[in-house]
């Protein structure tokens, strides 16, 4: 299984503000996902993020709120742009091997908007 | 519409009392069944991978279990450690995995 760093782990921040998580995994990936678990919810996709070209997303997810990166096949970043206290969620980076595998997951990044 | 549903939502066991999560779904195509297990302030961590009903797969005190509608999460003499929310999760198409509400699962010593 691969291992997954996110980073930060936590955080808390202003309304308006943007915060930028990193996902960096320790070896090539296709797949690599970007969830929101709400609190005391299950997890939603937001988006793939591809590699060399632009995020698939999911609806009620779009790029301005949301801008994926992933400029190869380790490492991939989600921005929450313009942030209210409602963006409050952990946001989990996912990684899979083949469309019909496993997914594993970051420890996540738990996000408070004040 | 493709769901998937689990219950109960919270479980409390005493240490060795064994019980099942139950995982049901309604998805067309699955392309596989998922249960992970999710500690406070953790990413969900993987446990089984079942792809076709009649299947099985175990691992120290649990066994996942698979038919057409629905999937169990059998927890044998469970222990204090044991206590977790578990997921699971289908999958129908290459970024397509949906996750249900989990069960949060208690352990009493």
């Known amino acids: 299984s691969a291992v997954i760093s996110q980073k930060p782990s936590r955080d808390i921040c202003q309304r308006g503000t943007s915060l930028t998580i990193q996902c960096q995994v320790d070896?090539?990936?296709?797949?690599m996902f970007w969830y929101r678990q709400q609190p005391g919810q299950s997890l939603t996709l937001i988006a793939t993020?591809?590699?060399?070209?632009?995020?698939?997303?999911e609806s009620g997810f779009v790029i301005d709120k949301f801008p994926i990166s992933r400029p190869n096949l380790t490492f991939s970043t989600l921005t929450v742009s313009n942030m209210s206290p409602e963006d409050s969620s952990i946001y989990l980076c996912?990684?899979?091997?083949?469309?019909?595998?496993?997914?594993?997951f970051g420890q996540g990044t738990r996000l408070t908007v004040v | 519409e493709d769901q998937v549903t689990q219950s109960p939502e919270a479980l409390r066991l005493q240490e060795g009392e064994s019980s099942s999560l139950n995982c049901s779904y309604t998805?067309?195509?699955?392309?596989?069944l998922f249960w992970y297990r999710q500690d406070p302030g953790k990413g969900p961590e993987f446990l089984f991978t079942?792809?076709?009903a009649g299947e099985e797969k175990e691992k120290e005190r649990l066994k996942a279990t698979l038919t057409k509608k629905e999937s169990f999460l059998h927890i044998t003499a469970p222990k204090p450690e044991d206590s977790a929310t578990y997921l699971c999760a289908v999958r129908r198409d290459i970024n397509d995995m949906r996750f249900g509400a989990g069960t949060r699962l208690t352990v009493k010593p």
């Open positions: 998805v067309s195509g699955l392309r596989g």
């Open positions: 996912s990684v899979a091997g083949q469309m019909n595998t496993e997914a594993f």
């Open positions: 070896s090539q990936v296709t797949m």
């Open positions: 993020a591809n590699q060399g070209s632009e995020a698939t997303y």
């Open positions: 079942l792809y076709s």
